[in-house]
């Protein structure tokens, strides 16, 4: 997987399908990945002391990685990730316009 956290990505598949997000969080051994705003579900939470009122509170789950392609800082547009060795160290750049992502 070649999401790293930070990355700025496009969701397409799914419920938010053609939305754009942050990376908050990786996760590797489950192949998926927390974007900020996206995937959002409501979790009822119980009032913690007597007299507070209970609430709904939104909570992001994380996506699968397959879902979601970078966004080039470049070219704009969604691409796929290729690795390249530049200058002695292992640097990901955009597979349609060729430029350096990190």
Do not use: W
């Amino acid at each position: 997987m070649k999401f790293k956290k930070g990355d700025n990505v496009k969701i397409i598949a799914g419920k938010d399908k053609g939305r754009t997000g942050k990376i908050l969080r990786v996760f590797r051994d489950q192949e998926r990945i927390l974007i900020e705003g996206i995937n959002l579900f409501k979790k009822h939470v119980r009032p913690k002391r007597q007299g507070e009122t209970g609430q709904m509170v939104s909570i992001a789950k994380a996506v699968n990685a397959s879902n979601a392609m970078i966004v080039c800082s470049q070219c704009k547009n969604t691409s796929r990730i290729g690795d390249r060795e530049e200058n002695g160290r292992k640097m990901r750049y955009c597979k349609k316009c060729r430029g350096f992502i990190d």
